[in-house]
């Protein structure tokens, strides 16, 4: 069974910075899409990031310039650097794997930005 487990969340200040991790096991990670999405409380999911099989990557608007989304193989891991976070970050993010049809959800890591 695939399995995608995040981590790096917490409570950060606003303008603070925060490098989210999803370890994939049971999975060959090198030839999936991976991304991360987030969902506020009262709000659908988002997706926030993509990162291709070679390395393209995508954006939401709301978080270009500010977050980094990164792989690496070896190591079945996907990353999202976040900086300058600001209260509208705050929420539950998910990474995400995808090839074709099929699709795997980890269970979420929360990030709550706040002073």
């Known amino acids: 069974q695939v399995q995608l487990e995040e981590s790096g969340g917490g409570l950060v200040q606003p303008g603070g910075s925060l490098r989210l991790s999803c370890a994939a096991s049971?999975?060959?990670?090198?030839?999936?899409?991976m991304g991360w999405y987030r969902q506020a409380p009262g709000n659908q999911r988002e997706l926030v990031a993509t990162?291709?099989?070679?390395?393209?990557?995508t954006y939401v608007d709301s978080v270009k310039g500010r977050f980094t989304i990164s792989r690496d193989n070896a190591k079945n891991t996907v990353y999202l650097q976040m900086n300058s976070l600001k209260p509208e970050d705050t929420a539950v993010y998910y990474c995400?794997?995808?090839?074709?049809?099929?699709?795997?959800w980890g269970k979420g890591t929360l990030v709550t930005v706040s002073s």
């Open positions: 990162i291709s099989t070679g390395g393209s990557t």
């Open positions: 995400n794997a995808k090839r074709f049809v099929m699709t795997y």
């Open positions: 049971r999975i060959t990670f090198s030839i999936y899409a």
